[in-house]
């Protein structure tokens, strides 16, 4: 049985930016697809072939259907830190293998799951704040929060 967290996050895409970029190429798309292929009026000057444009709309479609799904989830109780950044990956750390936990700031520009940066593997979905994990064995995470306060008290007690 898994014992009961002391700190529990749940973070997904709410940037306003993020949405009205995808929302708008989706609307313009549907519009050139309507334009197009169902009123047979070419859609620029210099206009896709159909195929292509029911393809990049599908695409988009498909992208604004990821950002809405992906959810970083974080949790920390006195056994293990769990990250799970679904559908991207999971990861359990026992506390045992960690040599420093700190919450700290990065300069790392994007967003999502991040391989080998200056601050080891990110998982990050917004903001600069996060968790800083050592291991026993030379690797790094940085997992990103937006209950900074909550986070700090939580890992006090492992310190």
């Known amino acids: 049985m898994k014992a009961r967290p002391d700190f529990k996050e749940e973070q997904g895409f709410t940037q306003w930016w993020l949405w009205s970029i995808l929302i708008?190429?989706?609307?313009?798309?549907?519009?050139?697809?309507?334009?197009?292929?169902?009123?047979?009026?070419p859609f620029g000057e210099n206009p896709m072939p159909d195929?292509?444009?029911?393809?990049?709309?599908?695409?988009?479609?498909?992208?604004?259907?990821?950002?809405?799904?992906?959810?970083?989830?974080?949790?920390?109780?006195?056994?293990?830190?769990r990250?799970?950044?679904?559908?991207?990956?999971?990861?359990?750390?026992?506390?045992?293998?960690?040599?420093?936990?700190e919450i700290r700031s990065i300069r790392a520009l994007g967003f999502g799951l991040r391989m080998g940066s200056e601050f080891g593997t990110i998982y990050r979905v917004k903001g600069r704040k996060g968790l800083g994990i050592k291991l026993k064995n030379g690797g790094k995470?940085?997992?990103?929060?937006?209950?900074?306060?909550?986070?700090?008290?939580?890992?006090?007690?492992?310190?």
């Open 24 to 41: 708008g190429l989706e609307v313009l798309f549907l519009y050139a697809v309507f334009k197009q292929v169902f009123m047979h009026e």
């Open 51 to 81: 195929m292509v444009l029911i393809f990049f709309t599908l695409f988009i479609l498909l992208l604004i259907l990821v950002f809405f799904n992906i959810r970083l989830k974080t949790e920390i109780d006195h056994h293990e830190i």
């Open 83 to 101: 990250i799970a950044f679904a559908p991207l990956g999971r990861k359990t750390i026992a506390l045992e293998d960690i040599k420093d936990l």
């Open 141 to 159: 995470i940085f997992v990103g929060t937006q209950k900074e306060q909550e986070m700090r008290s939580a890992i006090k007690k492992y310190l």
